[in-house]
């Protein structure tokens, strides 16, 4: 028996094996499997960077959650995936505080922005007037973003708006170009024909007005953005209104606000006409008509199948009244709207349909109220509306001109009659004229023979008188011959 001790063993205790012996089947070898005295090197400098790199991350995060408005540390370190603000954002994400935005009354002292609405339809032969207004706006243009809505149009009103806009986009004064510019195509099915007649004919009123508040809300919907402060609203064919209107209409501060708006006539009409009816104060009398009309009923003013007895803005204008006097309304006109953003994100539009009996600009100024937002008119602050001659007008005007032009006919028929008799009689008064010329050059010698006549001696005086009488007559006589003359050749 081998003590466990022997000096051939090793020095765990088992024994060495004996490869002399053949009866031996395994080998084991326990040395392998012991552990080693040291680590590695390589293994001892990968912990010490993963520590380090653990600490770092660790002293990272601290300093951004300490300090995290150091932009350019957090550039360097967040990899664009950490805002200043301790926030993850990507590229395709958009704040907007909102409260930034609510509007005020010094609006562009405030770089507050505008959206400056304008629905079209058949609208070529307007549009370099409204472009000559988009170019003298006093409000800074760069902070005013246009939008259009062309809907309905048989003729070139695209081309002219895009030709226009390519213009004033590319003016060398570095003021008139405009912020961001949007068209719109959309068409309504609107069949209502573009004449006066049609377009303001009572039976037509109803839905014409319920799809041109679709077209408001279309235009609206797809081009207000969350920066913008103000919406104005206003109608291609606006022909006077002041540059300044923006910031005059801004400056009351109110939800919404719309001028007074008259249009000019003819003399022979009254030189000048109230213009949008639809801005009003609510009266009993139409309250109690609302009653008794059905439910999609429309209201619509200016036409005597709804009398409705309302006070219109139109109609209290005065031309030397203060043009800042407020009033409240109920209903308010589409020509020029000036209204806060936040109440249209608020929910209020332009109903489509018959809301409190009314449609349109008028529904969207009742909503308004209703939501408890403020609604003012400026009955003093006017607007003109460009003149469409009626078909009444027209005709009128047409008469009137076939009588002038009758009248300068037979003007220049008795010109040509009096020119004819003068050439062929001659002028019978230039000819009185020079025969009296002659009598009172005679009259003149014959008193100056009587004076020398009067001077002489006394005993001549009986020929002087003789000679005084002869002269008398001798002018009598040349006195009467002229005038025969004159009206021999007047009856010849």
């Not at 005013?144 to 149009?153: I, P, Q, R, T």
Request: proline share 5%.
């Amino acid at each position: 028996m081998m003590s466990r001790h022997h000096s051939a063993g090793f020095s765990n205790g088992y024994p060495r094996n004996n490869n002399n012996n053949n009866n031996s089947t395994f080998d084991i070898s326990p040395h392998r499997f012991q552990p080693r005295a040291s680590t590695p090197a390589s293994r001892r400098r990968r912990s010490l960077l993963t520590r380090l790199g653990i600490l770092a991350i660790v002293v990272i995060l601290i300093w951004l959650f300490i300090w995290p408005g150091s932009g350019s540390f957090t550039s360097i370190f967040s990899l664009g995936l950490i805002s200043a603000s301790g926030d993850v954002l990507m590229d395709t994400v958009r704040y907007y505080d909102l409260s930034n935005v609510q509007g005020t009354a010094r609006g562009w002292e405030r770089e507050e922005r505008i959206l400056m609405c304008v629905p079209l339809r058949d609208a070529e032969q307007h549009l370099p007037m409204m472009f000559s207004h988009l170019r003298n706006f006093t409000y800074p243009h760069h902070l005013v973003d246009l939008a259009f809505l062309v809907s309905d149009s048989k003729d070139r009103t695209l081309e002219m708006l895009v030709e226009n806009l390519e213009g004033l986009q590319a003016a060398e004064d570095p003021k008139l170009p405009y912020g961001e510019i949007s068209i719109i195509e959309k068409d309504f099915g609107q069949k209502v024909n573009q004449d006066v007649e049609s377009r303001h004919g009572f039976a037509a009123q109803a839905s014409r007005r319920k799809l041109m508040a679709q077209a408001r809300n279309w235009l609206l919907s797809a081009t207000l953005r969350p920066y913008h402060s103000w919406v104005y609203w206003r109608d291609v064919d606006v022909e006077t209104a002041p540059f300044t209107i923006l910031e005059d209409l801004m400056r009351h501060n109110k939800d919404v606000i719309v001028p007074n708006v008259w249009r000019p006539l003819p003399d022979w009409l009254g030189g000048e006409q109230p213009y949008d009816l639809n801005s009003w104060q609510e009266s009993e009398t139409a309250l109690a008509l609302a009653d008794t009309l059905d439910e999609d009923a429309v209201i619509v003013e200016g036409y005597a199948e709804y009398a409705t007895w309302r006070p219109h803005l139109a109609y209290l204008r005065d031309p030397y009244g203060d043009p800042d006097m407020e009033m409240e309304i109920d209903g308010v006109g589409g020509v020029s709207i000036l209204a806060k953003a936040r109440v249209f994100r608020s929910g209020v539009h332009f109903p489509a349909f018959s809301f409190e009996k009314h449609a349109e600009t008028e529904g969207f100024g009742k909503m308004a109220k209703r939501m408890q937002f403020s609604v003012v008119g400026l009955p003093h602050y006017t607007i003109w509306h460009l003149y469409e001659p009626s078909v009444d007008d027209i005709r009128h005007m047409e008469e009137m001109e076939a009588e002038r032009q009758a009248k300068e006919a037979e003007e220049k028929e008795k010109q040509d009659r009096e020119k004819k008799v003068k050439e062929q009689f001659g002028d019978a008064n230039a000819q009185w004229e020079q025969d009296k010329s002659e009598i009172q050059n005679l009259a003149k010698e014959a008193a100056q023979k009587e004076q020398d006549s009067e001077s002489r001696q006394d005993s001549g005086s009986e020929s002087k008188v003789e000679s005084g009488q002869d002269s008398q007559k001798a002018v009598f006589e040349k006195v009467g011959e002229k005038p025969q003359d004159n009206q021999a050749r007047v009856a010849a």
